[in-house]
């Protein structure tokens, strides 16, 4: 396992090189610049801004300039967030987003399981039938239609939940559900389906057939195999988290890494663009990581190579 460990971080550090060498290229193609929005910027003050910040120099040697400071650790200062440090705003704004989404993928794990494995053992029963609806109902619809939909009828009609910011406990209810309700659906599905395949196979009619109790079945030997695609899909769900919080945190006004993101975006802030993105890729990557050698913790039976 140690070697496969070497090889997977090998891997990721190439990966997190070509995403940020791609990002930062891409960044320059896009029309417009940081300063443009600046009110009265005058030709003389853009260029002295630019000479400033180094963005009069050519991209290929901003480009290394940028790459020797990366392997510091140095992130850069944000252009439009005058005196900061990127390190610093990640480091502000990554434990909101980082919480929020925590509980979200905790919620989601610890419904969607239980709901799969419950309609896997009720299958084509009513109760299968209405978790499957909900659960693909979940998929269809997107986070922001989700979000929209709860913060309209539970903080605009009903006036039971804060629709903004995160000061209290009872704001996270609805920016959490936002987040939770497409990995919740995806997770019952994927238990279902496999649940179904697992309480087929000759184990299973070899345990019941000794007298063995459906509940210790179930958690001994059933849920133990059927885990393992939600297990894979651990990566892709943190990614989705982690995207997903854009919107819900804009929507809801949260302060957090992703609305953080998306401003820094329309800004054309490059150190900010580039900093949240080498470190959400980092994010990204760990956890596949994680998730492939959790595999082998699981499951002995599968060879890592």
Same mark, same amino acid.
């Given at each position: 396992?140690?070697?496969?460990?070497?090889?997977?971080?090998?891997?990721? !550090? /190439?990966?997190? &090189? %070509? *995403? @940020? +060498?791609?990002?930062? =290229?891409?960044?320059?193609?896009?029309?417009?610049?940081?300063?443009?929005?600046?009110k009265a910027t005058?030709?003389?003050?853009?260029?002295?801004?630019?000479?400033?910040?180094?963005?009069?120099?050519?991209?290929?040697?901003?480009?290394?300039?940028?790459?020797?400071?990366?392997?510091?650790?140095?992130?850069?200062?944000?252009?439009?967030?005058?005196?900061?440090?990127?390190?610093?705003?990640?480091?502000?704004?990554?434990?909101?987003?980082?919480?929020?989404?925590?509980?979200?993928?905790?919620?989601?794990?610890?419904?969607?399981?239980?709901?799969?494995?419950?309609?896997?053992?009720?299958?084509?029963?009513?109760?299968?039938?209405?978790?499957?609806?909900?659960?693909?109902?979940?998929? !269809? /619809?997107?986070? &922001? %239609? *989700? @979000? +929209?939909?709860?913060? =309209?009828?539970?903080?605009?009609?009903?006036?039971?939940?804060?629709?903004?910011?995160?000061?209290?406990?009872?704001?996270?209810?609805?920016?959490?559900?936002?987040?939770?309700?497409?990995?919740?659906?995806?997770?019952?599905?994927?238990?279902?389906?496999?649940?179904?395949?697992?309480?087929?196979?000759?184990?299973?009619?070899?345990?019941?057939?000794?007298?063995?109790?459906?509940?210790?079945?179930?958690?001994?030997?059933?849920?133990?195999?059927?885990?393992?695609?939600?297990?894979t899909y651990m990566?892709?769900?943190?990614?989705?988290?982690?995207?997903?919080?854009?919107?819900?945190?804009?929507?809801?006004?949260?302060?957090?890494?992703?609305?953080?993101?998306?401003?820094?975006?329309?800004?054309?802030?490059?150190?900010?663009?580039?900093?949240?993105?080498? =470190?959400?890729?980092?994010?990204?990557?760990?956890?596949?990581?994680?998730?492939?050698?959790?595999?082998?913790?699981?499951?002995?039976?599968?060879?890592?190579?």
């Amino acid at each position: 396992m140690g070697a496969y460990a070497i090889k997977r971080i090998a891997s990721a !550090a /190439v990966t997190l &090189f %070509v *995403v @940020a +060498t791609l990002t930062f =290229f891409l960044m320059f193609l896009v029309p417009g610049g940081p300063f443009l929005s600046e009110k009265a910027t005058t030709p003389q003050t853009l260029k002295a801004l630019e000479q400033k910040y180094g963005l009069d120099q050519p991209v290929g040697v901003q480009y290394v300039n940028y790459m020797k400071r990366i392997v510091m650790g140095d992130l850069g200062t944000s252009l439009k967030m005058r005196g900061q440090e990127v390190n610093d705003i990640i480091g502000q704004r990554f434990p909101v987003s980082a919480r929020l989404g925590a509980i979200a993928v905790l919620i989601a794990i610890a419904v969607g399981i239980p709901l799969g494995s419950v309609a896997a053992l009720n299958r084509g029963k009513w109760l299968d039938n209405i978790i499957m609806f909900i659960a693909t109902t979940g998929i !269809a /619809v997107p986070s &922001f %239609v *989700v @979000a +929209t939909t709860l913060m =309209f009828t539970f903080g605009v009609k009903l006036h039971i939940l804060p629709t903004y910011g995160l000061s209290s406990p009872m704001h996270y209810v609805l920016p959490v559900m936002a987040l939770a309700f497409y990995p919740t659906a995806y997770i019952s599905r994927l238990m279902r389906s496999s649940m179904l395949d697992v309480l087929g196979q000759d184990y299973m009619r070899t345990a019941r057939a000794k007298g063995i109790s459906q509940f210790k079945s179930l958690f001994k030997h059933a849920l133990r195999n059927a885990v393992l695609p939600v297990i894979t899909y651990m990566g892709p769900m943190l990614a989705y988290i982690l995207t997903g919080s854009f919107v819900v945190e804009k929507i809801f006004t949260i302060p957090g890494l992703g609305s953080q993101f998306i401003s820094s975006i329309t800004d054309r802030d490059y150190p900010l663009i580039m900093g949240t993105t080498i =470190f959400l890729a980092f994010l990204l990557i760990t956890m596949n990581v994680i998730v492939d050698i959790a595999y082998k913790i699981i499951d002995p039976r599968i060879k890592l190579k």
